[in-house]
């Protein structure tokens, strides 16, 4: 697409500013080298000028007809915003969003600290196979992995998610969410069966204390043998009943 298109689609959704239009043709051409297929970013080149115009309006903060822009592209609101999101993350302009973030925005706060744990498990593992260059290429704060993180524990932990905002502003595929997933869950079975397993065994021995302290306030005291009471063992007693009775035979005799 030419610069003069550019600017015609440009105007059409409300952009004059000659750097926001020369932000979108730099754009433009940096989506066609990096996108391996002419189709990726929507069916015709229209729909990928108008999103590169956008993102260049966004990056200074100036407004745009949103729904002009959703017009001239030629497809539907859905799926402009699918490949906005998927855009965004070829370009390397998208904000990233915190795990805590958007637990606040998805209404699922019991499952960061999970999902921060997965997050690390997989990172560590990932980092272990690959070289230090390729490292450097893979942002794992991205919101790729941050919402895969999340939707992952979410699941685990039986949290009542809806799906189709994870895969928006995670802004990819629902093949290469549901992959991702898929590659996660393994460390979500480790982090939240540990963690579930951890709180079983502590409640237990809780309990187990509960009831042996309970055991010793409320049994009665062991009753000691009644000679063990005085200091004389039952041998003993015995020998003086014995004795007792033989010396007032011994008297009744004598008197006699």
Request: hydrophobic fraction near 35%.
């Amino acid at each position: 697409m030419n610069p003069s298109e550019i600017k015609t689609l440009a105007l059409k959704i409300g952009i004059s500013s000659k750097d926001v239009i020369r932000k979108a043709e730099e754009l433009l051409r940096l989506c066609e080298i990096r996108c391996m297929s002419a189709t990726a970013l929507g069916p015709n080149s229209t729909c990928q000028a108008v999103m590169c115009i956008e993102l260049a309006a966004t990056s200074v903060d100036q407004p745009i007809d949103k729904n002009a822009a959703i017009r001239c592209s030629g497809v539907t609101r859905k799926v402009y915003t699918t490949l906005y999101k998927t855009l965004e993350n070829i370009l390397e302009m998208k904000q990233d969003i915190g795990i805590r973030d958007l637990a606040v925005q998805f209404g699922c706060l019991p499952a960061v600290n999970p999902a921060l744990e997965i997050l690390a498990r997989y990172r560590k593992e990932c980092e272990g196979k690959m070289s230090e260059s390729a490292r450097d290429d893979v942002n794992f704060n991205s919101s790729l992995f941050t919402t895969g993180s999340l939707y992952t524990a979410c699941r685990h932990l039986k949290i009542k998610v809806e799906k189709s905002k994870f895969l928006l502003v995670a802004g990819v595929k629902k093949s290469t969410f549901d992959r991702l997933s898929s590659d996660l869950t393994t460390h979500a079975t480790a982090v939240i069966g540990e963690r579930k397993t951890g709180k079983s065994k502590r409640q237990g021995h809780w309990l187990e204390d509960l009831e042996k302290s309970f055991e010793e306030e409320c049994s009665p005291p062991k009753r000691q043998p009644i000679a063990k009471q005085h200091g004389v063992s039952n041998g003993n007693n015995d020998y003086e009943e014995w004795k007792r009775k033989i010396l007032e035979g011994t008297k009744t005799n004598t008197q006699s």
